[in-house]
């Protein structure tokens, strides 16, 4: 292995760290303390995984918590009623609704319901159109994208004026990471499934984001020696040697990949780690909104 890795794990900590010890000073200067509401529709085991881990997170960072839950079967008012409830709460400064909702609910209108300065996963149309605006800011970012770009600035690698190809356009990750290299001024190309040579792109491109869903998709002879590789993929693929009888890998080949590139992170221990310290930043930063005033 030639490229450097880039350590989710490590800069992750170094986020949290620093929430913590804000949330602390914000306690003793002020008396006040952020809180996070979580609202999950359902029982999928992976999102209420997912929700117990952030407000594990939260606990451990003196963040206050409070975990809503709703049957799968709950309709569209029940779920907008708890947000608007929410909303009114002095004590809560951030609201995560958990994605994705069931089926029968809309999704765009209970994220619309969220108040703006409470939207700590920044989906609320507004953020996000701030984001795609030039000469605008969104209150805040979607929080893995926003890890990603942190994971690349501790590495060091330049973005100004980079080529950059994200591989996959989802609303979570995809598009709001294009937008945010863009207004790094990079020059962004999205890829997805129907690019017709993605090879071709990726040849050309300093940065690479892989956000496809696509166990090992993204071979190191399709890339650029010395690129740069932020790896958003987490994928179960069966492993007989292992006692669990899988193992975790990315959208990109590790192996291949890390004798071509110039950084890289690892799947796991990469992007994973930051998604939830960017959370728990952005709730911090609502809490400063909500002193503000």
Same mark, same amino acid.
């Given at each position: 292995?030639?490229?450097?890795?880039?350590?989710?794990?490590?800069?992750?900590?170094?986020?949290?760290?620093?929430?913590?010890?804000?949330?602390?000073?914000?306690?003793?200067?002020?008396?006040?303390?952020?809180?996070?509401?979580?609202?999950?529709?359902?029982?999928?085991?992976?999102?209420?995984?997912?929700?117990?881990?952030?407000?594990?997170?939260?606990?451990?960072?003196?963040?206050?918590?409070?975990?809503?839950?709703?049957?799968?079967?709950?309709?569209?008012?029940?779920?907008?009623?708890?947000?608007?409830?929410?909303?009114?709460?002095?004590?809560?400064?951030?609201?995560?609704?958990?994605?994705?909702?069931?089926?029968?609910?809309?999704?765009?209108?209970?994220?619309?319901?969220?108040?703006?300065?409470?939207?700590?996963?920044?989906?609320?149309?507004?953020?996000?159109?701030?984001?795609?605006?030039?000469?605008?800011?969104?209150?805040?970012?979607?929080?893995?994208?926003?890890?990603?770009?942190?994971?690349? *600035? &501790?590495?060091? @690698?330049?973005?100004? !004026?980079?080529?950059?190809? /994200?591989? =996959?356009?989802?609303?979570?990750? %995809?598009?709001?990471?294009?937008?945010?290299?863009?207004?790094?001024?990079?020059?962004?190309?999205?890829?997805?499934?129907?690019?017709?040579?993605?090879?071709?792109?990726?040849?050309? *491109? &300093?940065?690479? @984001?892989?956000?496809? !869903?696509?166990?090992?998709? /993204?071979? =190191?002879?399709?890339?650029?020696? %010395?690129?740069?590789?932020?790896?958003?993929?987490?994928?179960?693929?069966?492993?007989?040697?292992?006692?669990?009888?899988?193992?975790?890998?990315?959208?990109?080949?590790?192996?291949? *990949?890390?004798?071509?590139?110039?950084?890289?992170?690892?799947?796991?221990?990469?992007? =994973?780690?930051?998604?939830?310290?960017?959370?728990?930043?952005?709730?911090?930063?609502?809490?400063?909104?909500?002193?503000?005033?």
């Amino acid at each position: 292995m030639s490229a450097q890795l880039i350590d989710g794990k490590k800069v992750a900590a170094r986020v949290r760290d620093e929430v913590a010890e804000a949330v602390a000073q914000m306690k003793e200067k002020h008396n006040y303390t952020p809180g996070l509401a979580t609202v999950l529709v359902g029982e999928d085991p992976a999102s209420a995984t997912y929700v117990r881990s952030k407000q594990r997170m939260c606990e451990r960072l003196g963040i206050h918590s409070v975990g809503h839950t709703l049957s799968a079967d709950a309709t569209q008012e029940e779920v907008e009623t708890l947000v608007a409830k929410l909303n009114a709460d002095p004590n809560i400064n951030g609201i995560l609704v958990q994605l994705p909702l069931p089926k029968h609910l809309d999704e765009e209108a209970v994220l619309n319901t969220i108040d703006l300065e409470k939207d700590v996963d920044g989906f609320h149309p507004v953020n996000i159109g701030r984001l795609a605006m030039k000469g605008r800011d969104p209150l805040f970012i979607p929080c893995t994208p926003a890890g990603c770009m942190e994971l690349l *600035a &501790d590495a060091g @690698v330049e973005i100004n !004026g980079a080529e950059a190809v /994200i591989v =996959g356009r989802s609303n979570i990750v %995809g598009l709001p990471m294009a937008m945010l290299l863009q207004k790094a001024n990079a020059t962004v190309t999205i890829c997805h499934s129907r690019t017709k040579d993605l090879t071709e792109h990726l040849k050309r *491109a &300093d940065i690479v @984001v892989a956000a496809i !869903g696509w166990a090992e998709m /993204i071979k =190191g002879d399709m890339l650029k020696p %010395g690129v740069a590789v932020i790896d958003v993929g987490i994928n179960r693929v069966d492993d007989d040697t292992r006692e669990r009888g899988y193992k975790l890998v990315g959208d990109v080949e590790f192996d291949s *990949a890390a004798e071509v590139a110039g950084a890289i992170t690892p799947v796991p221990g990469g992007v =994973g780690p930051m998604t939830i310290a960017m959370l728990m930043k952005n709730t911090l930063r609502a809490a400063e909104i909500a002193l503000a005033k």
